[in-house]
């Protein structure tokens, strides 16, 4: 195991020798006045450096949704129920670009550019529903808008997806364009899986709590494969997850995998008191309870390792962050692990994981500096390590990665967009 001492940013001090002769002492005066008049001389013919930051208007509260090269922020609900509008500004240099009225009532979380349009996802919490409106991004006028949260497919389509609390409802497939239905779906309890492609959706798995199931293409909704995986141990509360070829089946505490592209069995595991399943690379994890994970291999079901002392944040095929199951809320101690063996590659210290608006972007972690701002370190999941890369002066934390930087909030309720020194 590796522990890695982040320590904070500072000048390195340098203690003279106390065995240093006398005579060089007394002349340290005079050596120190050069020395400082040559640095000050320096320091007036060279220009400090600049720090490439760009300030965008906003306030607490304020929804931000990063796409298309553009930052839109959306006004806070005032109590006394005013209108409420979103400006974009241009990531580039912070440039307004445009203001509209708001498109839709909610909470704004989510968007991406497609077919020449910004897609962004809102939610309102008094409906509990989710509503998705395409913007030109030159003027910011709504094309179309329909119930549902947008999930980009490969090949250039869309899914709508419009779901209850327990997860039913319906999916529908649409030309992102201009919203014409291409195909829908009835989605039960739990909601829909997706089997995918990168960071496409390509598959769209819809399973049944007592069994059935059916794979869809999620451009054209052709069906692919079907079946009935259903048991008199079924029951209401059994999940379904995708890692990579695999569907995988959580029902209490059976564990069983399923070719996706046939639907066969292809092991069945048992895991006590199971609650879902995710990708840990090329590995199943199972989340047992708060605090508690166990691994699988994909191929055979068998059990590799199990681990009670942590939570998983984040897997990529690199590594599996996790934090102490006594952590805070944002500020984590984080910790990296083999995910094939559970051992404790790096403890990475006391940081909060940026969250990044697209899997291209750089892992970032942030903590607080002692004399105000922010420290912004580099996570290398290959290489197990936490590389510095500056202090932002300004930031107040709700740090967000995008395109190669940071928005944050400022201490005055401003956002900052900043290009961190590499």
Do not use: K
């Amino acid at each position: 195991m590796t522990l890695i001492d982040l320590g904070e940013l500072r000048d390195v001090e340098h203690p003279e020798s106390s065995a240093r002769p006398r005579r060089v002492a007394l002349r340290m005066p005079v050596f120190l006045a050069v020395l400082l008049a040559a640095l000050a001389t320096l320091a007036a013919s060279t220009p400090p450096p600049v720090r490439d930051v760009v300030v965008v208007p906003s306030r607490l509260g304020a929804d931000r949704i990063v796409a298309g090269g553009l930052l839109m922020v959306v006004d806070p609900a005032d109590r006394r129920g005013g209108p409420r509008s979103m400006t974009a500004y241009r990531l580039s240099g912070g440039d307004p670009v445009w203001r509209v009225p708001l498109p839709a009532s909610g909470t704004f979380w989510g968007g991406h550019a497609q077919a020449g349009l910004l897609l962004v996802t809102g939610f309102d919490p008094e409906s509990s529903e989710s509503e998705t409106v395409a913007l030109d991004p030159r003027t910011g006028t709504s094309r179309w808008r329909q119930p549902g949260r947008a999930v980009p497919v490969a090949g250039g389509g869309l899914l709508l997806e419009a779901l209850g609390e327990d997860g039913s409802g319906t999916v529908r497939a649409v030309d992102p364009c201009c919203g014409t239905l291409r195909w829908r779906a009835r989605v039960s309890a739990g909601g829909p899986t997706y089997g995918a492609t990168g960071t496409l959706v390509d598959r769209v798995v819809l399973g049944d709590p007592r069994g059935r199931v059916e794979v869809r293409d999620a451009g054209t909704g052709a069906v692919l494969a079907t079946a009935d995986l259903g048991s008199a141990e079924g029951s209401p509360s059994r999940q379904w997850s995708v890692v990579d070829d695999v569907l995988v089946s959580v029902d209490g505490a059976r564990v069983t995998g399923y070719g996706l592209d046939r639907l066969d069995r292809r092991w069945t595991a048992t895991v006590p008191a199971a609650m879902y399943a995710m990708g840990c690379g090329v590995f199943v994890c199972v989340h047992v309870q708060p605090g508690s994970l166990s691994a699988l291999d994909a191929t055979t079901g068998r059990l590799l390792w199990t681990r009670t002392d942590l939570n998983p944040l984040l897997a990529e095929p690199g590594g599996l962050i996790v934090t102490g199951v006594t952590s805070a809320t944002t500020l984590m101690d984080l910790a990296l692990l083999d995910p094939a063996t559970g051992e404790t590659r790096a403890e990475l210290g006391r940081w909060e994981l940026a969250p990044r608006w697209s899997g291209d972007e750089p892992l970032l972690a942030v903590r607080p500096h002692p004399a105000r701002g922010a420290v912004v370190a580099e996570v290398d999941l290959v290489a197990a390590t936490v590389r510095m890369l500056d202090v932002l002066p300004e930031a107040a934390g709700g740090c967000q990665a995008v395109d190669g930087g940071l928005v944050c909030l400022r201490h005055d309720g401003s956002l900052g967009l900043w290009r961190p020194r590499r």
